[in-house]
């Protein structure tokens, strides 16, 4: 069946779920993050402080984490610099070379690391071909990201009841 290729995983409803107790349970110490829509509305420039504070009850359990975004390197840096987080911008998911690029630059075990991400076709698909845990998220105010990904989100909504 061509849906058990896109699987997650996980499924949640928002990031904020994932708990270093959840990570653990299934074997993770380093958490790739998608941005837009999966910590923050496609239009805000900087996190709200629920992602905050999520990133650092993992900090503080020791998950390593990583933003990982297809956006421009302008607006993710300004994420990076308000979080202290490492990053790699423009990563071109669902291509798995964003994803390589993070787990050996930052000396992440390959084999402990996840993604966490909003979009099927763009953080599962990765996170499945570069062959990492995937952890797919609802997203947030999906309405207000470019037409060139909402276009893709009718044929997720029809995807995911499969899963
Ligand atoms: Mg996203």
């Known amino acids: 069946m061509l849906s058990k290729f896109f699987r ?3 499924i949640l409803n928002s990031v904020t779920e994932i708990t270093p107790a959840l ?38 359990a020791n998950i390593g984490l990583c ?4 956006g421009k390197k302008h607006r993710i840096q300004q994420v990076a610099e308000q979080t202290a987080l490492p990053y790699v911008a423009a990563a071109m998911k669902p291509l798995p070379f964003g994803i390589r690029t993070a787990i050996s630059s930052l000396g992440f075990d390959k ?4 993604i966490a991400g909003d979009q099927i076709f763009a953080d599962i698909l990765a996170g ?3 062959k990492i845990f995937t952890i797919y998220v609802a997203p947030i105010h999906p309405e207000e990201e470019h037409w060139y990904t909402r276009i893709k989100r009718p044929l997720e909504k029809r995807l995911l009841p499969h899963f």
């Open 8 to 10: 997650p995983n996980l």
């Open 23 to 60: 990570l653990r349970e299934h074997g993770l110490r380093f958490l790739l993050l998608d941005v837009d829509c999966t910590l923050k509305r496609y239009r805000d420039t900087l996190l709200p402080e629920s992602s905050l504070r999520w990133i650092e009850s993992l900090q503080q």
């Open 67 to 70: 933003l990982l975004s297809n």
């Open 111 to 114: 084999a402990a690391t996840g």
């Open 128 to 130: 499945r071909w570069a």
